[in-house]
């Protein structure tokens, strides 16, 4: 889980695995940062790819089960 808080109206929100992963599937090739904006001003949010790949979904490890 990836939390946000916005730079302009300091709105804190958290990006889920899942959408996180649909963020980084859209990102192009090389790119440093990923915009969303905040879902109370609209105001548009950087973060970086490094911080977005951290919140990515772990992939299912053998005997582990999560939930
Ligand atoms: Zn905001």
Redesign the pocket.
């Known amino acids: 889980m990836l939390k946000m808080t916005?730079?302009?109206?300091?709105?804190s929100w958290s990006l889920t695995p899942e959408a996180a992963q649909a963020a980084y599937d859209t990102l192009e090739p090389g790119a440093k940062h990923y915009t969303t904006p905040?879902?109370?001003?609209?105001?548009t949010?950087k973060v970086s790819v490094k911080q977005l790949k951290q919140a990515l979904p772990r992939t299912a490890e053998p005997g582990q089960k999560e939930g």
Do not use: A, I, L
């Open positions: 916005c730079y302009n109206c300091h709105w905040c879902p109370h001003c609209g105001r949010n």
